[in-house]
């Protein structure tokens, strides 16, 4: 076994460093190892569990909190495609874990040894963690985990980032965040001068969106595969509904979507962990995607599965509302737009 921060790695071949392989194999294995740890049975209905922080360490043993820690801090690198490839199985188990914000403050910290100490190796073991948001006029809307972070790191307006270390620097009012039932999002209010800053570059923020991206195409990718299933079993007037022309050419103008909108969160993960000046556009590109198409194709598989996918039981619901929140999180569809149409030189784009 591997050994990540004292942390016991599932990944007997993960390579770390620069030229480390980005074998999809891999990635495969991590999924794997990730999915059976979650006890994530793919053709149940999902289960929501917000006391994700008792299971954390068990699931931080496997590795995917050093993913994209700096190999002098104990992680395995930058190693994007691994993070996106635990994404996907988190967003696919509806877990509540912020693995996006998290991830992307550990990648920050373990840049500045200054601002790593202790946090870093708890972030590591699963037994601390940290929230990420944006801060804007000493409030960060929407974080994800902020409720129970043990600190945060905030991107302030000039674009710097800040470490918040001290829980009674700041308040966190999950009052309005409701809607995504599988998270636990909070409106965060941070005092004056708190934190600390983290000199890091901006691969943080382009990690972080590209994850909730992942999130959301591991859960489209699972109701889709279900709501499959569920055409070839499904009888009207003694013939599976998946023999109908129509719900065939539906499905599989959605695998197409679903296909699209995974390469190009592959792509960007291959771009942003190797360090490509195009990393940001490919970013903005699967957001878009992503932001724009997931919300839509989770709604169809609803009127698909008819009546039983509008139950609690069939789960589908929380998916889409997932997906809305990854979307939110990340920035919001129209926002996604904008930044990749000034990447593009889209001037008059308004």
Known sequence: ???????????????????????????????EALRRALGNDRTAAPQIDTDWRSGWPAIAGLGVTALCVAEGAGGFGFRVDAAVGAAMELGAALHAAPFAGMTASAHAISQDSDAAGELL???????QSCAYGQLRAGVARLVDGAAEADALVLADE???LILVRDRSDWDADPAHHSFDVSRRCADV???????????????????HRLLLSADAVGGVQLMLDRTVDYAKQR??????????????????????RTRGMALLVNEAARQLGTGSPDAGRLVAMAEVSVSSGASRILHDLLQLTG???????????????????SARLAANPKAAIRALAGLEGWTDAG
């Open 307 to 325: 009546a039983i996918g509008f139950t609690w039981e069939y789960g589908l619901h929380y998916f889409q509302r997932r997906a809305h929140s």
């Open 235 to 256: 009888q009207a007037f003694s013939k599976s509904i998946g023999g109908l022309q129509v719900v065939q050419h539906r499905l599989v103008e959605h695998a197409v």
């Open 158 to 160: 000039a674009g710097g």
């Open 121 to 127: 190796s708890l972030l590591l073991t699963g037994d």
């Open 1 to 31: 076994m591997a050994r990540a921060g004292g942390v016991d790695v599932a990944l007997s071949t993960l390579g770390t460093g620069e030229g480390a392989s980005h074998d999809a194999d891999e990635v495969q294995e991590l999924r």
């Open 189 to 207: 209010r941070v005092k004056a001068g708190a934190g600390d800053p983290v000199h890091a570059d901006a691969s943080p923020a382009l990690l």
